[in-house]
Every structure is written in structure tokens, then in C-alpha cells.
């Protein structure tokens, strides 16, 4: 191992394939995490995810299901998996294609860590029942109009709303995530 200072961002392509044997007690890993994209390009002021990566950078979505056929092949055929990506939606079409490809071929269970409302439709929703995702969470943030709009997140309370109707239409469990302690928040 080595330590590779850069001014620039890496291609995310340029990556290799994590060596799962590298992981501690990966032979007893019941669940396998992945990041397709990384950052965000949102700029919400509570999230340090633009301040961290910059710029959106998407993998491609063949090699995200080459390492999770190859950590299936290699860790267990039961493994199931988790998105981390800070904002998988980013590109819908691109995450869809990753949705059906892994419905397709991987066929374990999934789940995904977060979401926002904006990238929240019956298509995708349609591929989670598809990829087996027992629950789905959306980042409300806050619910207080006044507070909301001081967060810069870019997506209205009405989508937020909306998102979670469609959810609960689609059968698959929500949950909903708020940040305590913004600017302008208060207990009442």
C-alpha cells in the first residue's frame, strides 16, 4: 500500500475491483457495500459531500455488477448489498440501467442508503420491488417551510411529499431522515 497525494480527482474508472480477501472476516460478510457514483452535486449547507468530492463522478454500471457478481463468487451467494452513494440519482437513466442490470443478474437483496425526492419516480420505484429493496429513505431534512428554504437543497417539501405517496403506493417501506439543529430550528 501507498499513500497517493493528487491535486486532481481519480477517475473513478481507473479504480480496480476491491480484493475482497483484503477485508477483514470476509468470509463471514453477510452484507456487501458499493459506491456506483461518488459525490453529489447538490450543495445542501448541512452535507459535506460537495465540499468533499467536487463534482459527481458515476462508475460504470457494467464493472459495479462485475464486483458484485465477484463478491458473490468469492464471499457468499447469499450476500446481500448496499448503495452508499451520496446521491445515486444523479443521473436517473444511468442508476435505472444499474437497477434492471442488477435485478437481471444479481438478484440479492438491496438496499439503499440515500435518496432524495427529486430522483423518486414509478419507474424507479418499479425496479426496487424489481432488485428486492424491502425499505427506501428519503432525506426530508426539515419539514418547517422556513427552515427548509434556508438549506439550499434544491427539491421542494411538494416533492418530498409526493416522493413519499409514491412509495407508499409502490408497497415498499419508507423511511424519512431530518437533520436536528439547522439554522432558524427550534423545538416547537
Avoid at 480496480?16 to 477483514?24: A, C, G, H, Q, S
Avoid at 429513505?137 to 416522493?163: F, M
Wanted: net charge positive; glycine share 4%; hydrophobic share 35%.
Amino acid at each position: 500500500p501507498k499513500i497517493i497525494q493528487t491535486k486532481e480527482l481519480v477517475d473513478v474508472n481507473d479504480l480496480p475491483i476491491p480484493d475482497n480477501r483484503l477485508f477483514y472476516k470476509y468470509e463471514t460478510m453477510t452484507h456487501y457495500p458499493i459506491m456506483t457514483s461518488r459525490g453529489c452535486p447538490n450543495q445542501c449547507i448541512f452535507c459535506a459531500s460537495f465540499g468533499l468530492s467536487r463534482k459527481w463522478r458515476a462508475r460504470k454500471v457494467e464493472d459495479c455488477i462485475k464486483e458484485l457478481e465477484k463478491a458473490k463468487k468469492e464471499i457468499s451467494p447469499h450476500l446481500k448489498f448496499v448503495v452508499f452513494d451520496d446521491n445515486p440519482t444523479v443521473n436517473k437513466k444511468r442508476f435505472n440501467e444499474f437497477l434492471d442490470l442488477y435485478s437481471k443478474r444479481i438478484k440479492s437483496e438491496l438496499t439503499i442508503v440515500n435518496t432524495r425526492a427529486d430522483g423518486i419516480d414509478d419507474e424507479f420505484l418499479v425496479l426496487l420491488k424489481k432488485c428486492k429493496v424491502p425499505l427506501i429513505s428519503i432525506g426530508v431534512e426539515h419539514a418547517h417551510p422556513a427552515v427548509y428554504k434556508l438549506i439550499n437543497k434544491g427539491e421542494t417539501l411538494e416533492q418530498i411529499e409526493k416522493a413519499c405517496k409514491l412509495v407508499k403506493k409502490h408497497k415498499i417501506k419508507l423511511a424519512v431522515s431530518f437533520v436536528i439543529g439547522l439554522p432558524e430550528d427550534n423545538l416547537e
